[in-house]
């Protein structure tokens, strides 16, 4: 037999091969898409954002009328964001305040997926990981109706008892998730201290504002991690 014979004949086996993997590629991911489990944690934030070139002016700016200053970067836009809201009419509202005085003024659109997770161990631990997620979304409310307080005229005493509460909370958090989620656990812990030292002074708004734009970005980063 000619050399040109074994070359065809090994060329279709090849080609069957290649066939059959990409077949066999194809059964296995959508036996992962079938099996995979899904955890509802979409959520969206809407940042008040000043759009200025000069970003320190405007990290002083925000933060001289009880802004965040918080520096914020989406797909390679950047600016700095006064504050972050859970409704849109909440963010319109402000951003027609603001308007008036700073014409550079936007609203940033920032959204968390659903959460899958595929492999056997993490969805073993499925209702667990979405306590995770519900309880940390659950504090970042309760921060933002205490920061809306105390920019209402809510008293100092009354904003310790309730960070002082949330810092419990978010060191409970760290401990339970520690093996589970140690990035989410880690970030438990930075928030409870955080809180634990701004009790420990005069509280100001911008400040926790800060933070609650903190909060909403490592919501959406933990997201990404198992979209």
Not at 13 to 32: K, M, P, S
Not at 180 to 204: F, H, M, Q
């Amino acid at each position: 037999m000619s050399a040109d014979f074994f070359k065809k004949k090994f060329g279709r086996i090849v080609i069957c091969f290649l066939a059959i993997f990409a077949t066999a590629c194809g059964l296995f991911y959508a036996w992962q898409v079938k099996t995979r489990v899904q955890i509802n944690t979409a959520k969206q934030f809407y940042f008040l954002v000043d759009t200025s070139v000069n970003v320190q002016a405007s990290t002083y700016g925000a933060q001289s009328v009880g802004g965040a200053g918080y520096l914020l970067t989406v797909e390679k836009n950047i600016g700095v964001a006064y504050s972050v809201y859970f409704t849109e009419e909440e963010s319109q509202q402000a951003k027609n305040s603001l308007q008036t005085s700073y014409a550079n003024v936007s609203v940033w659109i920032i959204s968390a997926p659903d959460i899958y997770l595929k492999k056997r161990k993490a969805k073993a631990l499925a209702e667990k990981i979405e306590g995770a997620f519900e309880s940390f979304y659950n504090n970042m409310q309760v921060l933002n109706a205490q920061t809306s307080r105390l920019e209402d005229g809510g008293t100092q005493q009354s904003c310790v008892r309730i960070l002082n509460i949330l810092a419990s909370n978010f060191a409970y958090l760290g401990l339970e998730y520690k093996t589970v989620l140690p990035a989410y656990a880690k970030r438990c812990d930075e928030v409870g201290s955080v809180l634990r030292t701004l009790t420990n002074g005069v509280i100001y708004v911008r400040e926790l504002r800060y933070l609650l734009c903190e909060l909403c970005v490592s919501y959406v980063q933990f997201c990404e991690e198992y979209s």
